[in-house]
C-alpha cells in the first residue's frame, strides 16, 4: 500500500523563472550591445539594439538604460507577464 505524502514546495520547481533582476542589470550595464534583449529571447529586438547603437554612436543606448529601469521598477508578477508570457519586446 502506497501513501501519497504532499510534495514539498520548497524542492519543486517554480512555474515561472523570473529573470527580472538579471535582465534589468544587462539593460543597464550592457544594454548598448542588446545583452538584456539576447537573455529574454529576443534576438530579433537584440539585433535592432546592436544596429541602432552603431549607426546612432552609442546614443541610441538610453534606450536600453531606461529599459533596465523600467525592468528593475516592475513588481517580479508584472514582469513576468509582461516580457515572458506577453513577450512584449520594447519597454
Known amino acids: 500500500m502506497e501513501v501519497n505524502q504532499p ?3 520548497w524542492n ?3 512555474p515561472q523563472e523570473n529573470k527580472k533582476i ?3 542589470i544587462f539593460a543597464l550595464l550592457l544594454g548598448g550591445i542588446g545583452v538584456h534583449k539576447f537573455y ?3 534576438t530579433t529586438e537584440g539585433v535592432i539594439q ?3 547603437s552603431l549607426v546612432t554612436c552609442g546614443i541610441a543606448g538610453i534606450i ?3 529599459e533596465g529601469i523600467l525592468y528593475l521598477i516592475k513588481t517580479d ?3 513576468y507577464q509582461t516580457y515572458q508570457v506577453n513577450k512584449r519586446g520594447w519597454f
Request: aromatic fraction near 14%; glycine fraction near 10%; charge should be negative.
Open 64 to 66: 536600453p538604460f531606461i
Open 22 to 24: 538579471v535582465a534589468g
Open 40 to 42: 529574454l529571447g529576443y
Open 77 to 79: 508578477e508584472e514582469f
Open 12 to 14: 519543486q520547481p517554480t
Open 50 to 52: 546592436i544596429v541602432l
Open 7 to 9: 510534495k514539498e514546495a
